[in-house]
Structure formats: C-alpha cells, structure tokens
C-alpha cells in the first residue's frame, strides 16, 4: 500500500515523494528531524517534539518553513490520510537546495518532508525480554543536543553490536556513558535511577523529560549525573528510552547480567506509567 507522504507543500503518493539532488540535507546532512509517535491515532508529546525542533532549527541558523500550527495538522492529516493508529510520524526540515558550497546558503528555502510508519509499539517483544547492550566508543560530533540527521555513526556502532551479538550500544566518552545509539541511558541503583544530565554530549530526549518527570512524581529519587560502564554493569536494573520505545529494560551490559538478567520492577512500572499518562494526553 501507497503511503501519503508530505514534499514542501504537498501531500503526494510516496513513489512522487522526491526532493532536488542538490538539496543540503543529501550533500551536508544539513537537516534536522523529529520523531513524534502515534498510540491510538493521537500524536504523544507533539509540543515536546515542536520545541526541540525550534530548538535545533535556531542553532542552525536556519528557519521553520512552517509555523507550529501547520506542522500539528500536517502531522495530523498524515494520521488521517494513512490510518495511523499505531507508530510514527517522521519529520525533517532542511536548509533547501542550493548550489553545493560549505558555506550556507544566502537564499536556499527550507525544505520539509514529513512521512508516517506503522510500528507496534506496546507489545514490542524487546519490551518483555529487554534488549543486550554493549559499550563502545562515542566518537560523534560535539553538538549532540541538536537532532541532526547525520547519524552514520550511530548506524554503524548499531551495526557493531549486533555483530557482537547484542541488540544495541551505548556510547562511552571519557568513561563515562553518553546515551543509546536512538535512545537516552538509565540505570537503577537500589531505588535511585540515575541518568546523564543534560548538555551538549547528549540529545535532550523528549521521552526523557516525560519519564523522568513521572518518576519524581511518583516519589522515585532521580540522580540527573554521568555513570561508568562499570557502574552500570553492577546495577540492579538498566533501561533505555526514545519515543518510539517509551521505557525498554535492558538485560545486560557487555554480556554481564544486570540484576537477574530479566526485566527490572522500576523500568517495567516506568513504562506502565509512560503508556497511560501518553495516552491521557495524546493529541
Ligand atoms: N538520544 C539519541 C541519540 C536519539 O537519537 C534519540 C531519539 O532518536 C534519543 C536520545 C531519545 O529522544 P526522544 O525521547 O526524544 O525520542
């Protein structure tokens, strides 16, 4: 089945979905994205989504080719039109098509592609099991708090630990985690569930600002700091969280169990908590 996807303007079939060579995103990887999900046909944390975004856009430089209203009824009509009840809305703007040069463009039009995807999401089986991470080197650009898409490395230290057999990494930078390759990192230390703070090393991930708001609300002690490899694989549990995974247990680190190598009581509650509150106040 044809999907509806969105090209500067247009709602088009997705074989018409097309975008110019010469487009910045293609050659630069000048662009930024978002990923908002869907559960029951509404869109979960779209404002979250829609700040960041301005957020990423204004340390570019570069503008919006829409206004927020019109992003939440593109995001919107692309639910409708392709009967989304669970899964995905992506989003990318980037600086336009312009004859390649470094440096930006005087005149380029930002260009803005949207496209949905059917996902489950609630019963993931790597919810149940929670996925085998393995630790590798962050060796990403410095400006981590902007969504860019440029994420080859990402895909590729993905790619590296399922060559090792785990199903994710988390990238270390003087050693100490920075997050998932998609996601944010978390361990549980006795009732404390610590996290990275927030800053230039990591994304600022919209499920974790959701997350850990629910978790002080009910009553769990938050530590926002940064965590070795070895602390974590001594923890008593260990999670990960983006949006399209709300809040994933993982089960070991480097091949070392954490806690009893199943998923952990706080992760599990966490995600209980993620789904009913998203759900209250999908839109
Ligand atoms: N960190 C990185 C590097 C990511 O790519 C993502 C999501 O794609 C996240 C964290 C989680 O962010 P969010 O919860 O907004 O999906």
Redesign the pocket.
């Known amino acids: 089945m044809s999907r509806i996807c969105y090209v500067n303007g247009d709602y088009v079939a997705e074989e018409d979905a097309k975008i110019s060579v010469f487009d910045r995103g293609f050659l630069f990887a000048d662009g930024v994205y978002e ?1 908002t999900s869907v559960l029951g046909g509404k869109l979960i944390d779209f404002d ?2 829609a700040t ?1 975004l301005s957020r990423s856009l204004s340390e570019l430089a570069m503008s919006s080719p829409v206004t927020r209203d019109e992003l939440l009824d593109i995001h919107r009509e692309l639910v409708t039109r392709n009967g989304i009840e669970e899964g995905l809305v992506y989003l990318q703007i980037t600086r336009g098509a312009a004859d390649r040069d470094f440096a930006y463009p005087a005149d380029a039009a930002p260009g803005i592609v949207l496209f949905t995807q059917t996902k489950t999401l609630i019963e993931s089986p790597a919810a149940k099991t929670g996925i085998r991470v393995v630790s590798l080197p962050d060796i990403r650009w410095g400006r ?1 708090d902007i ?1 860019t898409v440029q ?1 080859l490395y ?1 895909s590729m230290a993905k790619m590296e630990a399922k060559a090792k057999g785990a199903d994710d990494a988390w990238m270390v930078e003087d050693g100490h985690v920075t ?6 990192a978390y361990i549980v230390k006795g009732s404390t569930i610590v996290t990275r703070q927030l800053g230039n090393e ?2 600022a ?4 600002n959701a997350v850990l708001r629910f978790a002080r609300e009910a009553q769990m002690k938050v530590e926002e700091r940064a965590f070795t490899v070895e602390e974590a694989e001594g923890a008593d549990e260990a999670f990960v ?4 995974t709300f809040v994933q247990p993982v089960v070991s680190i480097n091949g070392s169990e954490i806690g009893d190598g199943t998923p952990g009581p706080v992760a599990r509650r966490l995600r209980e908590i993620y789904i009913e509150e998203s759900r209250k106040a999908g839109i």
């Open positions: 990923v979250g989504h960041r981590r969504k994420l990402p997050e998932g390759t998609s996601n944010n990591i994304l991930g919209i499920t974790r969280t983006s949006a399209t």
